[in-house]
């Protein structure tokens, strides 16, 4: 079984930042992907970030500038580092994998940023 587990959520004043982590267990293979999803309350799940096996990085427009993703491919992690943290970022962060067509999720972390 493949589990994915994401680490460094909390509560940040506006302007501050976080580090997001996310380790994936029982895999032997490269993910073709990973990256973050964001899911604020009243909102749909949004990507917010995602980076391929060769390196390749996307990003919403909310976070360009702000927001950095990378992964280490021989312990199949992903993070994603969050600068100049707004309001509106507050959400619950899942981190994605996917391989072939094998979607797999963690279970989110919590980023709350307010004063």
């Known amino acids: 079984q493949v589990q994915l587990v994401e680490s460094g959520g909390g509560l940040v004043q506006p302007g501050g930042s976080l580090r997001l982590s996310c380790a994936a267990s029982?895999?032997?293979?490269?993910?073709?992907?990973m990256g973050w999803h964001r899911q604020a309350p009243g909102k749909q799940r949004e990507l917010v970030a995602d980076?391929?096996?060769?390196?390749?990085?996307n990003y919403a427009d909310s976070v360009k500038g702000r927001f950095t993703i990378s992964r280490d491919n021989a312990e199949n992690a992903v993070y994603l580092q969050m600068n100049s943290l707004k309001p509106e970022d507050t959400a619950v962060y899942y981190c994605?994998?996917?391989?072939?067509?094998?979607?797999?999720w963690g279970q989110g972390t919590q980023v709350t940023v307010s004063s």
């Open positions: 994605n994998a996917l391989y072939t067509r094998r979607s797999y």
């Open positions: 980076i391929t096996s060769g390196g390749r990085t």
């Open positions: 029982g895999s032997y293979f490269t993910f073709n992907a």
